[in-house]
């Protein structure tokens, strides 16, 4: 049995071998597909890079998502349904204010999630986002701002 220091941690070498594992898994995959799936049912897949938000995203490849509040939590117009209920568990609960603000999403359903809200992670690979037929934008009804 072997042990190794490293950063002020005692390290048994079967430790060291998964962390060496993982660390090895975490650079080969840096990105997830994605695919949007708008109100007529068209499809666009996506890479988007680990650590990314859907909302921004979804600005940098074109797919009509409006995020109005620029991920602030402020409204509900970056609204996705996440259409599998595994992917779906996978998420962490959404907080307060995002329930909140969910309450006054168009077409809510179980698996509605704020775009802004979902955070790209190796596990949701290959995770599909349904787009609702409309938002509700309270500040400015029909705008659609340009990401930065």
């Known amino acids: 049995m072997q042990h190794i220091w490293g950063k002020g941690v005692l390290l048994h070498s079967s430790n060291l071998q998964t962390l060496f594992r993982i660390k090895r898994q975490m650079r080969k995959k840096r990105w997830i597909t994605v695919t949007f799936v708008d109100k007529d049912g068209d499809e666009k897949i996506i890479k988007v890079p680990i650590g990314m938000s859907m909302l921004e995203a979804a600005h940098k490849n074109d797919v009509e998502l409006e995020g109005a509040c620029e991920g602030s939590l402020a409204c509900s117009t970056c609204h996705v349904i996440v259409m ?48 609702p037929a409309a938002t509700r934008n309270f500040a400015v009804d029909g705008h659609v701002p340009k990401p930065h």
């Open 84 to 131: 599998d209920d595994d992917y779906y568990e996978k998420l962490p609960e959404p907080i307060d204010e995002e329930n909140d603000m969910l309450d006054l999403a168009f077409g809510l359903t179980e698996t509605s999630r704020l775009g802004c809200q979902v955070i790209a992670k190796p596990e949701l690979d290959g995770i599909r986002l349904a787009l």
